[in-house]
Antibody, heavy 115, light 108 residues
Framework: QVQIQQWGAGLLKPSETLSLTCVVS????????WSWIRQAPGKGLEWIGE???????NYNPSLKSRVTISLDTSKEQISLRLTSVTAADTAVYYC?????????WGQGTLVTVSS | SSELTQDPAVSVALGQTVTITCQGD??????ASWYQQKPRQAPVLVIY???NRPSGIPDRFSVSTSRDTASLTITGAQADDEGDYYC???????????FGGGTRLTVL
């Protein structure tokens, strides 16, 4: 059973940069597109963006100015950076492989933004 | 970007059939994918494309699409089917992905 592990800082202050990383257990890193999704407490799912080895990146227009999704091919890791966070960015952040066709998702990382 | 609209909540009696719908312009061009989410867990893909179920997903889950509406049908709902269901698909621009607001399914 393929597993996606993700990690990163869980508590940030306003204006800081959110940084999360995920890795897949079965070596399928280069065969799929990768997405980041978030879910604010008690709310629905929000697509943040995606990256694909051949196509590049696409971002949610509402976050585009603050988001960077990147690949580290040497480590087979996918990273998310979100700058200038505010309380509105408090959410569980998920990394997902092949969002529209395969999954799975990582376990999620709760990121809380509080002064 | 396009939006996907779902009913906030649906209920079904144990063993009966229930349909969860997802409406949006993007569905005229793209198939929806459907995720099930249980409390404090990551969403799990239950069906995608024309009618494709990942390994381990029971065949009581099926989908159909008509014009701008995708429908997820659970035939013979089980207690384990309770949870939140989200539809998602490509935006018409083909550059973005959109999610529906989610439907909470209760099995009575």
């Amino acid at each position: 059973q393929v597993q996606i592990q993700q990690w990163g800082a869980g508590l940030l202050k306003p204006s800081e940069t959110l940084s999360l990383t995920c890795v897949v257990s079965d070596g399928s890193f280069s065969a799929y597109s990768w997405s980041w999704i978030r879910q604010a407490p008690g709310k629905g799912l929000e697509w943040i963006g995606e990256i694909n080895h051949s196509v590049g990146t696409n971002y949610n227009p509402s976050l585009k100015s603050r988001v960077t999704i990147s690949l580290d091919t040497s480590k087979e890791q996918i990273s998310l950076r979100l700058t200038s966070v505010t309380a509105a960015d408090t959410a569980v952040y998920y990394c997902a492989r092949g969002l529209l066709t395969t999954g799975p998702w990582g376990q999620g990382t709760l990121v809380t933004v509080s002064s | 970007s396009s939006e996907l609209t779902q009913d906030p909540a649906v209920s079904v009696a144990l063993g009966q059939t229930v349909t969860i719908t997802c409406q949006g312009d993007s569905l005229k061009n793209y198939y929806a994918s459907w995720y099930q989410q249980k409390p404090r867990q990551a969403p799990v893909l239950v069906i995608y494309g024309e009618n494709n179920r990942p390994s381990g997903i029971p065949d009581r889950f099926s989908v159909s699409t008509s014009r701008d509406t995708a429908s997820l049908t659970i035939t013979g709902a089980q207690a384990d089917d309770e949870g939140d269901y989200y539809c998602t698909c490509r935006d018409r621009s083909d550059q973005l992905v959109v999610f529906g607001g989610g439907t909470r399914l209760t099995v009575l």
